[in-house]
C-alpha cells in the first residue's frame, strides 16, 4: 500500500514549486560555493536550485519515490547532487561535515517530541564546520496554539485541489492533509511537535549556537506571535 508522501509525489512540485524568496534568502545566508546539507528535500526542488545557484549540495530525504524524483530531475538539468536516503535522525550518521545546514519546509516538527528536536540540532551543530551555519524553517506554532486551529489557503489546479489544517489536540497539533485528484480523495492525518520560538531558540544557545536570529517569514520580516512562519538562523 501506498504511503500518502508516495501519493503526493507526482503533485508535488505543483503544490511545492521553487519558491523565489526561500532560495534568495538561503543565498543571502551561506556564502557562494558552501557545501550544504538540505535535511528533508522532498523532491529536490530547492537543493536543485541552490546547485544551479553554486552550491554544493547533499539532499537527504528518507521516502523512495522522492528521491527518484529528485535524481530524475537533477539529470535532466545537468545538475549535481548527492541524493542521500537518511532520515533527520540519521544525520549524525554522516562522515561528511558542511559549512551550512538548512531544514525547511516545516520538516523539523515530524519529529515525535522535543528530546528528538533536541537530538537533531546537536547533530546539525556537530555536522557544521568552523563558523557553519544553520536554517530551520517551520510554522510559526505559537500562533497555533493561541488559536488552536491553522488552515493554509485551497491549492486548486486543473487536476487536483490540496488543502492542509493544523488543530491542537491533546498537547499535539494534528496535521491533515487532503488531495483530491480525478479519481479519489486522499487524506493523512499525522502529530507534529509544536516546538515554538522560544524552545528552538534556547535549544540553539543549549546547544552552542550564536548570532541566532528569528524571523517571521524569508523576507525577514520582523517575527511576532501572528506571523505565519517561523524562519530561525544560527552560527557555530
Known amino acids: 500500500m501506498k504511503t500518502f508522501y508516495e501519493i503526493l509525489t507526482p503533485y508535488y512540485d505543483e503544490i511545492f514549486p521553487v519558491n523565489d524568496k526561500q532560495v534568495n534568502f538561503l543565498c543571502s545566508y551561506f556564502p557562494n560555493g558552501s557545501t550544504l546539507l538540505d535535511v528533508g528535500a522532498g523532491t529536490g526542488n530547492t537543493a536543485i536550485a541552490m546547485a544551479r545557484a553554486g552550491y554544493k549540495l547533499t539532499a537527504a530525504e528518507p ?3 522522492m528521491t527518484d524524483n529528485m535524481k530524475e530531475k537533477a539529470n ?8 542521500i536516503p537518511n532520515s533527520m535522525q540519521q544525520i549524525s550518521q554522516l562522515r561528511e561535515t558542511f559549512d551550512g545546514v538548512y531544514c525547511i519546509g516545516n520538516t523539523l516538527p515530524h519529529l515525535d517530541n522535543f528530546q528528538q528536536i533536541c537530538t537533531f540540532l546537536q547533530a546539525a551543530y556537530d555536522k557544521l564546520n568552523k ?3 544553520l536554517v530551520i524553517q517551520t510554522v510559526n506554532f505559537e500562533k497555533v496554539l493561541l488559536h488552536q486551529h491553522y ?12 488543502t492542509r489544517q493544523y488543530e491542537l489536540l491533546d498537547n499535539k497539533i494534528m496535521f491533515t492533509a487532503i488531495l483530491k485528484d ?3 480523495t ?3 492525518t499525522l502529530p507534529l511537535y509544536p516546538i515554538t520560538r522560544t524552545q528552538l531558540q534556547n535549544e540553539l544557545e543549549n546547544c552552542g549556537f550564536h548570532s541566532i536570529a528569528v524571523y517571521g517569514d524569508y523576507g525577514k520580516s520582523p517575527y511576532n506571535t501572528e506571523s505565519s512562519g517561523l524562519v530561525i538562523s544560527a552560527v557555530k
Open 151 to 162: 488552515s493554509f489557503p485551497l491549492i486548486q489546479k486543473d487536476t487536483f485541489t490540496f
Open 182 to 184: 480525478q479519481s479519489d
Open 131 to 133: 563558523h557553519g551555519k
Open 186 to 188: 486522499h487524506s493523512n
Open 63 to 65: 521516502e523512495d519515490r
Open 76 to 83: 535532466l538539468n545537468k545538475i549535481q547532487i548527492n541524493v
